[in-house]
């Protein structure tokens, strides 16, 4: 967007050191709910953003650009052995520039293990409705009508319907969208309300200073302090650093950069004395099974997400449980997915638009022994992360495949195929307990993310978390993490509007300690 | 056995110009990506293959832009796949792959694809890069029915003054 108080690659060309009163890491749902809180209260506000300033005039609806700008790795983010893919945005807005607009509440389940586990006893649904609210009301959260749900998402209700499985309608955060089935890529007309068009704006008119291109080497800090945030200029096109820094002192510094890039800035800074940060990294893992229909499903248009299911949630205490969703099946995010190659790799993708594409997505870290991944550090100190396939999320795949073949099947798919490498063809509800004698885990089937939390966790106990209940750093006074990177568990639902809503709350504990200073 | 894999190891790949100047693979690497790419994505009509297309190209493009680690990795699993000795130890190939017949390029990538954690990695990895940048190509999407950006977004976007 054009503002004069946003500066970027084409004009940081020198080093420049930067006083504020809070320095804000990273443009994403924390971060920038955060930053339109604080530069209304009148505070000056520093914003250090690595990815570029694009906007809808950047959003082509071209998948190759939008992946190659728009998200972390160019799209190609992945844990080590590769076995599980990572959709993360990378770009002004963060995750919300990308995101498929889907909102949830925080669930009172997940409040509930926070606070009998973490201790984080202020966290009732009650306490934290008028936050919700707030959110909803700023980013237009409403529900999509399941009327003119897209075919794709219509295989869950007929599916659900037949199978006699809950479903609902899932709320968005936008307004006068076109329907075009494009959020994924940047929204083209901008009616997707992410922090691009509202906290974004609103901190920048309020005085905020936003540095794009400009990412967070490292937290310069003393015993109790972090004294300077040193950032350095990236090239947008070859991604390489300039060697141009921006230096900045503040009194407060906020990590707002997400799960993954959080712990790895922190890791780079040497700020694990208790060996947890990275640790309890929850990635929601996705499997997912392509349904083919004889009709057309043209899951490339319509928005992406507007029905769920969470009939298998709740699986019991020692089950993982997961939630159904559906994702938009554009040719470049369809043709990864797949694992075969050759002609059969092709004429699978010459049915791609009579294919819908049915999603698991595993509430990871809630089960008491799930530890999810670790974020450490390559040599270069870019992220590095390992996700082991645990013996309750290889049941949990097990019985994700056969619920998504099943929905297929009653939604009344011809076939369906899973994304096994060596997967069988499902072709009725009897051929379902082939499923039975395949494999699971990484590198058996695709697996992806696309929320990624945790690795910074919130808690009372400085021995098992790394900020405090009012998302302080338990030991370095004037660092706070205001991400999805503070959730002790992830959350069996999409991530953003607990995003929000936590960072609505930080905003009022930093307001506080901006007080005493 | 190892004094004649190491004599294997000497076979020249067959080499390929590329199309344009290369970003960051040199050009045995570039050849290499060339022969894995046709093999994951022939000719197979109306299907151009992924060299057509010159998708080794637009691979070395993608990848100048990743992070090191990435880039020393991705250059391994090319050095792998071609490398006779590790063709051997799965399938007693043992020429370099871009000098195998199609059918025996087929084979060893599909032991690749189904074979240990490690190989299934490097198969993903090539797999996967090769696929995004294929399935980008405007002709290709249009073979797989995919008309792109509906006509009504483009005439918002034109009014506005966006491509």
Known sequence: MNHPNIFDYTQLKQTRDISCTVCIIGSGAGGATLAAQLTQKGHDVVMLEAGSNRYVKHFDMDESTAFTNLYQEGGLRATEDLSLSILQGATLGGSTTINWTTCFRTPERVLSIWRDRYGLTDFTEEYLKPYFERIEKRLNINPWPEVIANENNKVIVRGAKKLDWEYSVLRRNVKGCANSGFCGMGCPVDAKQGMLLTTIPDALNAGMRLFCNTQALQLNTSSTRVERVVGEVIDPTTKKKTGVRVNVNAKIVVSACGAINGPALFLRSGLNEKNIVGKRTFLHPVIGVAAEFDSPINGFYGAPQSISSHQFIDRGPDKIGYFLEVAPTHPILASTAASSFGKNQQLFMKRLSNLSFLIAIHADGIHHKDEGGVVSLRPSGRPKITYPTSPTLTEAFAHSHKSLAQLSIAAGAKRCHTMHVQGPVIQNQSDISKLDTHEYGALKHGVFSAHQMGGLPMGRDPNVSVVNPQFRHHTIENLYVVDGSVFPTALGVNPSQTIYTLSLLASEHIEEKLQQI | ?163
Not at chain 2, 10 to 38: F, G
Not at chain 2, 127 to 152: F, L, T
Request: glycine share 6%; aromatic share 6%; with cysteine.
């Open chain 2, 1 to 163: 056995m190892t004094t004649s894999l190491l004599a294997l190891n000497l076979q020249e790949t067959k080499n390929i110009t590329p199309k344009a100047p290369l970003q960051l693979l040199n050009e045995k690497e570039y050849s290499i990506l060339v022969a894995v790419a046709d093999i994951l994505l022939p000719h197979n009509p109306p299907f151009p293959s992924a060299s057509q297309i010159d998708i080794a190209g637009k691979v070395d493009a993608v990848m100048a832009t990743a992070g090191p680690e990435q880039q020393e990795e991705f250059r391994l699993v090319l050095f792998l796949i071609e490398n006779p000795s590790v063709g051997a130890l799965l399938s007693l190939q043992l020429a370099p792959l871009s000098q195998l017949d199609k059918k025996e390029k087929n084979q060893r990538i599909e032991d690749w694809r189904t074979g240990i954690p490690q190989l299934r990695s490097a198969f993903k990895a090539l797999n996967g890069i090769c696929n995004g940048a294929y399935y980008a190509d405007k002709k290709v999407i249009q073979i797989i029915g995919y008309d792109g950006p509906p006509e009504a977004i483009i005439a918002i976007r034109k009014a506005q003054g966006y491509q």
